[in-house]
């Protein structure tokens, strides 16, 4: 793990397109590297650049990384604008130790997590948030099994696993419903008080009609 080379490999890698870092990255991971990662590694590889020229100008590695952050914090990514790079300061020396360690490999910018199996679709999430609200659940889990059950459910071959379907719920989406459901059961519940007690009244105003008046 040469300083040489720590030090020549951002400046290197910094300039080539996504498509170079993708296959570099690709090349030292075990797994398939996206387009929106290999764009915010390239943009890493920059501020690693830009931090490593102030570095060797004995500035510090902290104040450089102060000075650096300022230009790449909160960049948009082309390949997905829905993601952002959260490149402070300090996430920026620590990649910086991270990458050096490393020996200059661009897998130590890789964001720290490995891909599992296939997420849930969005009109999946879709028809659970529908089916869910259609009544009271004691538990997310049980929501989530009796939706599992449906015959429709069934059909589509591809389980529907719990976790992934609950990262992709909206925040807060089983409490309020259920918050909602509560209060619709203590309505209802009123409701049925009150209907019972307005059907006695007019069984009990039939019933002395039929009678007819007491003599």
């Not at 390239?42 to 000075?67: C, N």
């Not at 049980?142 to 925040?171: I, W």
Request: with cysteine; net charge positive; charged share 25%.
């Amino acid at each position: 793990m040469g300083c040489k080379k720590a030090r020549s490999t951002p400046g290197a890698l910094g300039s080539r397109s996504v498509s170079r870092v993708c296959a570099v990255a690709a090349a030292q991971t075990p797994f398939k590297i996206s387009p929106w990662q290999a764009e915010r590694v390239q943009i890493v590889m920059r501020a690693l650049t830009s931090l490593v020229f102030h570095v060797e100008r004995k500035r510090g590695v902290w104040p450089s990384a102060k000075m650096v952050a300022r230009r790449y914090h909160r960049r948009i990514l082309k390949a997905d604008p829905s993601r952002i790079v959260n490149l402070s300061p300090g996430t920026l020396v620590h990649f910086y130790y991270r990458w050096k360690h490393s020996g200059g490999a661009v897998s130590a910018l890789l964001l720290n997590y490995t891909p599992g199996k296939r997420g849930v679709h969005n009109s999946t999430v879709l028809r659970f948030i529908r089916f869910a609200s259609s009544r009271y659940w004691p538990s997310l889990h049980a929501a989530h099994a009796a939706f599992c059950q449906r015959p429709e459910s069934q059909q589509d071959g591809q389980p529907v696993r719990y976790d992934p379907l609950r990262r992709n719920l909206p925040k807060g989406f089983f409490e309020a419903l259920n918050s909602q459901r509560k209060i619709v059961a203590q309505a209802e519940t009123q409701i049925g008080l009150l209907r019972e007690r307005f059907e006695r009244e007019v069984r009990a105003r039939v019933s002395t009609k039929t009678r007819g008046p007491s003599r």
